[in-house]
T-cell receptor, first 113, second 115 residues
Framework: QKEVEQDPGPLSVPEGAIVSLNCTYS??????FMWYRQYSRKGPELLMYTYSSGNKEDGRFTAQVDKSSKYISLFIRDSQPSDSATYLC?????????????FGTGTSLTVIP | KAGVTQTPRYLIKTRGQQVTLSCSPISGHRSVSWYQQTPGQGLQFLFEYFSETQRNKGNFPGRFSGRQFSNSRSEMNVSTLELGDSALYLCASSPLSSGGFETQYFGPGTRLLVL
């Protein structure tokens, strides 16, 4: 079983839709939960992160972590064509133990104008 | 500050050959991690270096190796290439200075094709 599971999609939505992206994980030691966005021919870039459980909002993006269910989500409101990219969830135990991040396989999102 | 740079950007090799990829982290960043990205497996952790020492290693065969130099630049080497090694190899750096959350900044990757 992989440490992190993510539905690869692809996901295609009309402009303005609310998008929900999800990951599940198996290791209860994970403390930091991140979402990265990767455009074609580019490396991933951090969108936002959450420490432990709870919600975090940043503009049109909301990240949720439910540690009891080992489930994390990213919501995109009022989706735009510029949001079209691959979204990767990632998680880590911490930053003093070798800095190993565990990534999902990524969900490909297309927002249609 | 300049971002993470990786060279070369594209590479074509044949089975059995070896390859060396290079990564220059963001100035001041001391940690460099390497990942292999493929459509089926996503990003898989190869290894992480901090102050020239490998601190962590993923589940890859010994054909995959790396090193870090005193200026934090890093190289990874793959010997005896196999078709399955075709992938995007990503390097990421982080400062590891605060003890709290620090993201990894990724380079654009080196796309390796093994024929």
């Amino acid at each position: 079983q992989k440490e992190v599971e993510q539905d690869p999609g692809p996901l295609s939505v009309p402009e303005g839709a609310i998008v929900s992206l999800n990951c599940t994980y198996s290791n209860s030691a994970f403390q930091y939960f991140m979402w990265y966005r990767q455009y074609s021919r580019k490396g991933p870039e951090l969108l936002m992160y959450t420490y432990s459980s709870g919600n975090k909002e940043d503009g049109r993006f909301t990240a949720q972590v439910d540690k009891s269910s080992k489930y994390i989500s990213l919501f995109i409101r009022d989706s735009q064509p510029s949001d079209s990219a691959t979204y990767l969830c990632a998680m880590t135990r911490g930053f003093n133990t070798g800095n190993q991040f565990y990534f999902g396989t990524g969900t490909s999102l297309t927002v249609i104008p | 500050k300049a971002g993470v740079t990786q060279t070369p950007r594209y590479l074509i090799k044949t089975r059995g050959q070896q390859v060396t990829l290079s990564c220059s982290p963001i100035s001041g960043h001391r940690s460099v991690s390497w990942y292999q990205q493929t459509p089926g497996q996503g990003l898989q952790f190869l290894f992480e270096y901090f102050s020239e020492t490998q601190r962590n290693k993923g589940n890859f065969p010994g054909r995959f190796s790396g090193r870090q130099f005193s200026n934090s630049r890093s190289e990874m080497n793959v010997s005896t290439l196999e078709l399955g090694d075709s992938a995007l190899y990503l390097c990421a750096s982080s400062p590891l200075s605060s003890g709290g959350f620090e993201t990894q900044y990724f380079g654009p990757g080196t796309r390796l094709l093994v024929l």
